[in-house]
């Protein structure tokens, strides 16, 4: 029974495809719609997550408040960096980094980047990898040597496909020479190209290229905390020694903050899976509306069809068959609707992921809730133009004309 009125249903919309068209295009612009709007948002949960554990894991990071001026909260120094990793329990290594962005120069190329003076340590806290060469290491930090690790794209934008291993590269008035070039790490958490910059010995950045003025400044620290080890404690122990050192009364606040970068994950994913939430939410009302115009359709297809119902009804067709015939009918037309959307959706969310940057993860587990869900549809708003055609008396109906 519910086979031959599947065959009676495709006959029926092939029968009248521009009007099956129109009718399935709320839905598939509904299903498209919620199937894009959580695709994404769970793609570019999980790029933000990505690129902040690709910082590192337990990364902390200590800067200095904000302001200007002499109220400007102090910034940082090596001894700074000393203090903690001698007093501060649970810290597996520790950098400090100051940065400035100069105009980087080998021989007629050109290209302005950030500059960061680092420790070698910096190199595990925040997961670098070699790609070709090496980091530079302790004796060269310890003399000041005129060395560089760089950016896969310092290399594509300076070096033209040329080795830059051994090669010298002029910032300011100081040649460094280049003895390692990083892993592609791509995009960061905020759009920033990681493999843009230029990294070198602290002591050389201070001694070489900062001004007079701020020479032994440190515009950050970063640190790692030890695996299994309660961040919060590091914390706690880091904000008693800073305020111990700065000298800050218990009255007033902090002029520094550390920062978890797994928190800063959890609040953006979180942030992101709300927003995600509340769009496939309000895709979902166009989905309602592609149910309503199901509805519509189907009214209209009985009126047309009373005639055709009261033959069946008077050669033994019982009012349940009718009723499951239209029931089905509207079944197959947004599932139909379903299928198409899913389709689109899949189209929309590759073209946009290459355009956002966002990783693609179109997940069975959405589409198949958007197809049962569209197949609800059909059988909440085909309920009522179904049981009017089976309520229909067989021989007003054979009167219909």
Not at 278 to 303: D, E, K, R, Y
């Amino acid at each position: 029974m519910f086979w031959n009125a599947f065959i009676i249903a495709l006959r029926e919309i092939r029968r009248n495809l521009t009007r099956a068209f129109l009718t399935v295009l709320g839905v598939v612009i509904g299903v498209a719609a919620v199937v894009t709007m959580v695709t994404l948002g769970r793609g570019a949960t999980e790029s933000v997550k990505a690129q902040i554990s690709n910082l590192g894991s337990n990364l902390l990071v200590l800067r200095p408040g904000q302001g200007w001026g002499p109220s400007a909260a102090p910034l940082f120094s090596r001894v700074d960096v000393d203090m903690i990793r001698n007093q501060v329990p649970g810290i597996k290594a520790i950098s400090p980094m100051s940065n400035t962005n100069v105009q980087a120069i080998y021989q007629e190329e050109a290209r302005t980047t950030d500059i960061q003076g680092v420790y070698p340590e910096y190199f595990q806290i925040a997961n670098w990898a070699v790609g070709t060469g090496r980091f530079f290491d302790e004796k060269e930090l310890n003399e000041g040597a005129p060395v560089a690790v760089i950016g896969e794209t310092i290399k594509k934008e300076l070096f033209n496909g040329e080795d830059p291993i051994g090669k010298r590269v002029r910032l300011l008035n100081t040649a460094v020479t280049v003895v390692g070039v990083t892993a592609v790490k791509g995009q960061g958490g905020w759009g920033d190209d990681l493999d843009d910059n230029i990294l070198i010995p602290i002591t050389t950045l201070q001694q070489r290229l900062n001004g007079q003025m701020f020479k032994q400044n440190v515009n950050q620290i970063m640190i790692s905390a030890e695996d299994g080890y309660p961040t919060d404690g590091v914390i706690a122990d880091i904000n008693s020694l800073m305020r111990e050192r700065r000298k800050l009364p218990r009255s007033v606040a902090n002029n520094f903050s550390v920062t978890d970068t797994r928190q800063i994950a959890d609040a953006v994913s979180s942030s992101t899976q709300v927003m995600t939430s509340l769009l496939g939410a309000v895709a979902g009302v166009s989905l309602l509306v592609g149910g309503i115009g199901i509805m519509n359709i189907m009214l209209v297809s009985v009126t047309e069809r009373t005639r055709e119902i009261g033959i069946r009804m008077a050669i033994g067709a019982r009012a349940r068959e009718v009723m499951l015939q239209f029931l089905v009918e509207a079944v197959t037309l947004s599932c139909v609707g379903g299928l198409c959307g899913i389709a689109l959706a899949y189209g929309l969310c590759v073209s946009l992921a290459k355009v956002v940057g966002a990783p693609f993860l179109f997940d069975p587990k959405i589409n198949m809730v958007a197809f049962l869900f569209s197949a609800a549809i059909g059988i909440l708003f085909g309920f009522m133009p179904a049981r009017r055609a089976a309520g229909l008396d067989p021989i007003e109906a054979l009167r219909h004309e």
